[in-house]
Each structure stands twice: as C-alpha cells, then as structure tokens.
C-alpha cells in the first residue's frame, strides 16, 4: 500500500475515533437535558398542586361567601349593613368618650 493512501486511512480512523467521542458527548448531553427537563415539570406541576391543596379551602369559603352560603349573611348588602352599623356604634363610644 502507498504510503500516502496509509496515512489517509490513518487520519481518517482518527477522525472517526474523535467524532465518535463527540457523539457520545453530545449523546449524554441530551440525556441529562431531558431528565433535567422532566425533573422541572414535575417540580412545576408538583407545586401548582400542592398549592391549590392548600388555597383549596379558602377557594371554597370565599366562593360561599360570594353566593351567599355561609349562614348569617345573605348577601353583601348586608355586610354593608353590618359594617355601616358597627361604624354608628364606635362614632357613638367615641362621642360618650369625649363628653
């Protein structure tokens, strides 16, 4: 074989040999890309989950107080109400506190 051909064949095995390392490189790069991908999403949709278990019920108390489903309050013309008097009631202590 010419010498010439021979060290072609030479460089090109090592040419391969490097590209081959890059591949594999680049291979388990993608490989933690993914897992690492996966690892935030489940993290994202862990969290939203969790939190709306835990807002869950407040969710629930104010949707009640919003239709009218806690007992004692009607609607918001009532608590209007309730607040107007409450307002009559400490203007009052203060005028008696004054005097």
Do not use: C
């Not at 490097?18 to 862990?46: C, D, H, M, P």
């Amino acid at each position: 074989m010419d010498q010439e051909v021979k060290n072609l064949l030479e460089e090109n095995l090592r040419l391969s040999k490097e590209n081959n390392e890059l591949l594999l490189k680049i291979r388990s790069v993608q490989r933690w890309a993914q897992i690492t991908r996966i690892f935030y999403w489940f993290i994202i949709i862990g969290v939203s989950v969790g939190a709306f278990y835990y807002i869950q019920p407040y969710l629930g108390n104010l949707l009640n107080v919003y239709t009218g489903g806690v007992s004692g309050i009607n609607n918001v013309s009532d608590i209007t109400k309730s607040f107007k008097d409450k307002q009559t009631e400490m203007q009052d202590l203060l005028k008696a506190l004054s005097e």
